[in-house]
């Protein structure tokens, strides 16, 4: 059976997946336990997941939800709730099997940490989550080989206090004070060797508008 990506009925020259093993009831979990494969490769996973119900086009997905590369790698993985819902937890994957992105839960089951990663593995960014929303504090960025690209603050969920970004060699590229995710005062922008190369006031209607055209 072929399925599009609304996992409706559809022919093979259409299809999204290919339903070749009859899901399978789990009582434990009360669903069903759902392999669909890619429609040209006989025998490599597509998608996993549970399926509250055997017409997958109006199901309700449970439990967990693992994505796979058509190489057989795994894409990206995470849990849901009994409503369907992405719990923040589970991980992201590159092509390659290097890990892209990491979401663990804190053990208050509210907050959170997203950690993710260039493909050599070095890690790019580290963010706290507050329930939904990112947790007030700084934040820094890295490039692949682990030199700060970028110091940025946040508060209540948006860009507050210094932005800062640097060359790869660890030098001042640009510099901005943002007020709750508003460009606020000089914007001043060095090259690699330090000098400074361009310096402007942010003018009124750019700080209505929260961006800056420049």
Do not use: C, I
């Amino acid at each position: 059976m072929y399925l599009d990506e609304n996992l409706m009925a559809t022919s093979e020259r259409r299809a999204s997946y290919a339903l070749r093993t009859l899901p399978v009831r789990d009582e434990a979990l009360n669903a069903w336990h759902v392999r669909l494969e890619f429609p040209a490769r006989p025998g490599v996973l597509a998608l996993e997941t549970y399926a509250t119900d055997l017409d997958l086009a109006q199901a309700r997905f449970v439990h967990l939800r693992r994505v796979f590369f058509d190489n057989g790698q795994l894409a990206l993985e995470h849990r849901l709730d009994l409503d369907g819902k992405r719990l923040r937890d589970g991980a992201v994957y590159y092509r390659s099997g290097q890990l892209r992105e990491k979401m663990t839960p804190a053990p208050n089951g509210h907050d959170s940490v997203t950690e993710a990663f260039h493909e050599n593995g070095q890690l790019m960014s580290r963010t706290a989550y507050h329930g939904e929303q990112p947790a007030d504090g700084e934040y820094l960025a890295y490039d692949d080989r682990g030199n700060l690209s970028s110091r940025s603050h946040l508060k209540d969920g948006q860009l507050h206090g210094l932005w800062e970004v640097f060359h790869a060699s660890g030098a001042l590229f640009q510099r901005v004070n943002y007020v709750h995710d508003r460009p606020v005062g000089r914007f001043e922008q060095w090259d690699q060797h330090g000098r400074l190369v361009k310096e402007e006031d942010w003018p009124a209607s750019a700080l209505a508008s929260g961006g800056h055209g420049g």
